[in-house]
C-alpha cells in the first residue's frame, strides 16, 4: 500500500500544461493570487524554467484526479560569503485542503531541500507562520533570528 501512494503521489517539477490541472487555484490557498492568464503563465513559466536549477518549483499531482494538490519553490540565492557559497530560499509551500494529513508537505520540503544539497547549498532557509512552525520543525527546520518584511503593494 506504501509503494503506491508514493506512486500516486509523486514529487516533480512543474509542467507547463499544470496549469490547466488547478496550479494557480491551489496557490489561491495559500495567498493573494489572482487569475492568471495562460499567456501570463507560459511567459512566466518560461522565464523560471530559462533560470534552470536556481529557481525550480515543486509539485504533486493526484494521478486519479489529475489535479496539482501540492507544490512548493526553491530558489538558489548565490553569495560572495561562505566562499561564494549557496543558499536555497524555500518560498510557497501549500498543499490542498482537501489532501492535508497524507505527508504531501513533507515530500515538497525534501524534494526542495534535496534539489538545494544538490546545486551545493550550505543551508536552506524560509519563513512561516507561527501556526506552521511545528510542520517545519518536523522536517529538520530550526527557528533562528526573526522575519521582518516590507511590502511594496
Do not use: P, W
Not at 553569495?79 to 489532501?99: I, P, T, Y
Request: charged share 35%.
Amino acid at each position: 500500500m506504501q509503494n503506491s501512494e508514493e506512486e500516486k503521489f509523486r514529487a516533480r517539477r512543474l509542467e507547463i500544461t499544470d496549469k490547466g490541472k488547478g496550479f494557480i487555484e491551489l496557490l489561491q490557498q495559500l495567498s493573494v493570487c489572482d487569475s492568471v492568464s495562460d499567456k501570463e503563465f507560459e511567459d512566466r513559466f518560461g522565464e523560471i524554467e530559462s533560470l534552470g536549477d536556481d529557481h525550480v518549483i515543486c509539485v504533486i499531482e493526484d494521478e486519479i484526479s489529475g489535479k496539482i494538490i501540492a507544490t512548493g519553490s526553491v530558489f538558489i540565492e548565490k553569495k560572495f560569503l561562505r566562499n561564494c557559497g549557496k543558499v536555497g530560499h524555500v518560498e510557497d509551500v501549500v498543499v490542498d485542503s482537501s489532501a492535508r494529513g497524507k505527508q504531501l508537505g513533507k515530500k515538497v520540503i525534501n524534494f526542495l531541500t534535496d534539489h538545494a544539497r544538490c546545486v551545493g547549498c550550505y543551508k536552506v532557509i524560509l519563513d512561516c507562520s507561527v501556526e506552521n512552525k511545528v510542520f517545519y520543525e518536523k522536517c529538520g527546520f530550526k527557528q533562528k533570528e526573526v522575519q521582518m518584511a516590507m511590502y511594496f503593494v
